[in-house]
C-alpha cells in the first residue's frame, strides 16, 4: 500500500501541476457575468473561479513559510463587527455557539486599528468584514465597507458572505457605492420546501425578492456569487440550482464539520467510499501541504479576540487580542509558529481543534491513515426558535 502511494504522488503532482498552468492560462479569458469591469473580481467564473482565487491567493504564504520560516501577513482577513445572526442554518454551529453569548458589536477604534493594518501590508488581498455571523445586521456594515476601501490599496478587494435576507435594493445600492467588490449569497436550496428545512429562520420569498432586484441592478463593478453548501437534504437540487441562476455566479462545496462543531455531522456528510476518500487526500495533500487556515487566513472577533481557526466555531485557542496587540505580533507569535511547524511536520492530531476537524480528515490527513467515520461530538443541543429578526 505505502508503496503504490508513493507511485501516485508523483502523478498527483503531474495533475496538478498541469491543472494550475491550464487554469493561469485560461484565466484572462475567463470573464464573469458580474463585476466584468473590476479588475479584482472579472476573472472569477462560478466555482472553478471562485476556488482559483482562493489557491492562489492562499498559497504564497504557505510556500513561503515552508521555504524560509519568515514573518507572514495573512492574505485573507475575516472580521466579525457584530455577533449575531438572524438564521439557525442546519450545517452552522451559529444557534449552539455565538448565538449564546450577549449581542456585541465591534467598535469604531478597534475597528479603524485592524483597517489602518491591514492597509499598509501589499500582502493582505481579500478583506472580509464578516466571520459567523449575518454581516448585514451590522448597519454600519456600509460605512466600514467604505471606511477600507478609501484607505486600500488597489489589489486589495472587500468580500461579504451574506444569507441575502438584508440585502434588499437599498442596501445593496449603498454597499456598491461603499466599493464592495464580491458579495457571496449563501443559498443552499433551489426550492421553497428545502430552503425552510436547510435555512431554518429565514423566508424564501423575501430572499428571492431581494435576489430578483439584486440582478435587475447594475452590477458591472460587483461580482455576486449565489453559493450551495451540498449535504444530503439538498444534493438533489443541485442540478436545478445551476439551471435556474444564470444572472450570477455559482459556487458549490460539501458541507463540512466546522472543525468538530456542527451537530448532526454524521447525517449531512455526503459519503465516498474508501478508494476514493483515500486519493482525495493524495490529491489534496499535494494541493495544499499544510492548512492554509493559519498560513493565509485570519479572523478577529468583535471583542478583539484571535482565535487560532475560523473554522473552529468552538473558539478552542485564541492567541492574542487586537486591542493590546497587532495583527503582525499575533500572526508571528511563538504559538502560532509552533502550530504551523506541528503541520509541516504532519503532526495535525496534535492540535486540538485540527484532531476533530474534517477538512483535515477529507483533504490532508495521510492517505494510508484509515477513514474517520465516527464525527459524533458533545456539543450540546441548538436552542431552535431563538433567532432574531432582520
Ligand atoms: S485543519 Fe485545523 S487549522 Fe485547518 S481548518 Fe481544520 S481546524 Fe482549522
Known amino acids: 500500500m505505502q508503496l503504490i502511494v508513493k507511485l501516485l504522488y508523483p502523478i498527483a503532482d503531474l495533475i496538478v501541476l498541469v ?7 485560461i484565466q484572462s479569458w475567463r470573464v464573469s ?29 504557505i510556500r513561503k513559510w515552508l521555504k524560509d520560516r519568515p514573518a507572514l501577513f495573512p492574505t485573507v482577513l475575516q472580521v466579525q463587527t457584530i455577533n449575531r445572526c438572524n438564521a439557525a442554518c442546519e450545517f452552522c454551529p451559529y444557534p449552539y455557539t455565538i448565538h449564546l453569548q450577549e449581542k456585541r458589536i465591534m467598535d469604531d477604534a478597534l475597528y479603524s486599528k485592524i483597517v489602518d493594518e491591514c492597509v499598509q501590508e501589499k500582502d493582505l488581498h481579500d478583506f472580509v468584514p464578516m466571520s459567523k455571523n449575518e454581516p448585514l445586521l451590522d448597519l454600519k456594515m456600509e460605512q466600514r465597507v467604505a471606511e477600507f476601501k478609501a484607505k486600500a490599496q488597489p489589489h486589495q478587494m472587500v468580500e461579504l458572505v451574506t444569507n441575502g435576507s438584508a440585502l434588499t435594493p437599498t442596501r445593496a445600492q449603498r454597499l456598491m457605492e461603499a466599493g464592495v467588490d464580491l458579495i457571496t449569497v449563501s443559498l443552499n436550496a433551489s426550492n421553497e ?5 436547510v435555512m431554518v ?69 455526503m459519503k465516498y467510499n474508501d478508494l476514493l476518500s483515500r486519493l482525495r487526500r493524495i490529491g489534496g495533500s499535494r494541493l495544499y501541504p499544510v492548512c492554509p487556515y493559519v498560513f493565509s487566513l485570519m479572523h478577529i472577533l468583535e471583542n478583539g479576540d484571535v482565535p487560532m481557526c475560523s ?8 492567541l492574542g487580542n487586537l486591542h493590546s496587540q497587532s495583527i503582525r505580533e499575533i500572526y508571528n507569535s ?20 485540527c484532531r476533530e476537524c474534517s477538512f483535515y480528515h477529507d483533504w490532508m490527513k495521510s492517505p494510508l491513515a ?10 450540546q443541543p441548538a436552542p431552535r426558535g431563538q433567532v432574531e429578526p432582520v
Open 19 to 25: 491543472f494550475v498552468w491550464a487554469d493561469r492560462l
Open 33 to 61: 457575468k458580474t463585476g466584468y469591469a473590476n479588475s479584482r473580481v472579472r476573472n472569477m467564473v462560478n466555482t472553478m473561479g471562485y476556488m482559483s482565487h482562493a489557491y492562489h491567493g492562499t498559497l504564497p504564504n
Open 193 to 197: 420546501a428545502t430552503y425552510n428545512r
Open 201 to 269: 429562520g429565514l423566508s424564501w420569498k423575501q430572499v428571492m425578492g431581494n435576489l430578483e432586484s439584486l440582478s435587475k441592478m447594475d452590477l458591472s463593478m460587483v461580482n455576486v456569487y449565489l453559493r450551495f453548501v451540498v449535504d444530503q437534504t439538498n444534493r438533489r437540487e443541485l442540478r436545478i440550482f445551476h439551471k435556474r441562476w444564470k444572472h450570477f455566479n455559482l459556487f458549490q462545496f460539501n458541507v463540512n464539520n466546522r472543525a468538530g462543531t456542527v451537530r448532526n455531522y454524521e447525517k449531512m456528510v
Open 311 to 318: 473554522n473552529d466555531w468552538a473558539d478552542r485557542e485564541v
Open 334 to 353: 511563538p504559538r502560532m509558529n509552533e502550530i504551523r511547524e506541528l503541520m509541516a511536520q504532519g503532526r495535525f492530531e496534535e492540535i486540538e481543534a
Open 370 to 379: 484509515p477513514n474517520k467515520d465516527d464525527w459524533r461530538t458533545n456539543l
